[in-house]
């Protein structure tokens, strides 16, 4: 069984579109996570929630809209896509506590605007 | 800010000798460091982390990193590098007091046989 499962693990589309990308997770964690990888590599935090609370909103354009329906799910939806946003994005989850901190990848979404 | 540095884009070594990933944390307070590794096309898989007590913490696939407070340094190493461990490496450091971590910016291994 996957443990952070996301679709779609791929995404063309074209500049303007609306897009959306589905994270659920078996862990029974509390928290989950949105990163965005360019193509650099760079890894970059975009959302957190803990619990279907919204905990972290990094600066991130407004066209980002994440979703958390129940703790086992955070989608994330994406208005007027744009060129910049031609990236992989990476959901991830993790168990509340001081002493935890690892954090449990899925396996990507490439997106990739025209 | 909590942040990490990763001064190599890539790091190159023969089979079977030892590797150092090398990575240097700025931290306000107690560090909780992490390492993570990321193959062709996956996701980020967790290696190790410190977060108190032994400076050398043992993790997955042999890896190793060593915890060094004077140095402000939390290096990556294995005894013994297989072309199999050739991938992209994280280091991480939690920010205080939020639930996330912050990465460096990766090091790419590659061993050749």
């Known amino acids: 069984d996957t443990a952070v499962s996301q679709t779609p693990k791929y995404l063309v589309t074209q500049m303007g579109n609306d897009k959306s990308i589905k994270c659920e997770q078996n862990?029974?964690?509390?928290?989950m996570y949105w990163y965005k990888q360019d193509s650099k590599k760079f890894l970059k935090i975009m959302f957190s929630?803990?619990?279907?609370?919204?905990?972290i909103n990094e600066t991130v354009p407004n066209r980002f809209s994440p979703k958390s329906p129940d703790k086992a799910h955070l989608n994330l939806h994406i208005n007027s896509l744009e060129l910049g946003d031609s990236a992989v994005y990476f959901c991830?989850?993790?168990?509340?506590?001081?002493?935890?901190?690892?954090?449990?990848f899925g396996e990507g979404s490439r997106l990739t605007v025209l | 800010a909590q942040s990490v540095a990763q001064p190599e884009d890539q790091v190159n070594v023969a089979e079977g000798n030892p590797l150092t990933v090398k990575c240097t944390y700025s931290?306000?307070?107690?560090?909780?460091l992490f390492w993570y590794v990321q193959y062709p096309n996956r996701g980020l898989q967790f290696l190790l982390k410190?977060?108190?007590?032994?400076?050398l913490v043992k993790g997955s696939y042999g890896f190793e990193a060593e915890f060094n407070k004077s140095q402000t340094s939390f290096h990556l190493k294995k005894p013994s590098a297989l072309v199999s461990d050739s991938a992209l490496y994280f280091c991480?450091?939690?920010?205080?007091?939020?639930?996330?971590?912050?990465f460096g910016t990766g090091t790419r291994l590659l061993v050749s046989p």
């Open positions: 931290v306000s307070g107690n560090p909780y």
């Open positions: 991480a450091v939690r920010d205080t007091g939020f639930q996330k971590l912050v």
């Open positions: 991830a989850s993790s168990r509340e506590g001081r002493n935890t901190g690892e954090l449990f």
């Open positions: 410190y977060i108190t007590g032994d400076n």
């Open positions: 862990l029974g964690h509390d928290t």
């Open positions: 929630y803990n619990n279907k609370e919204l905990i």
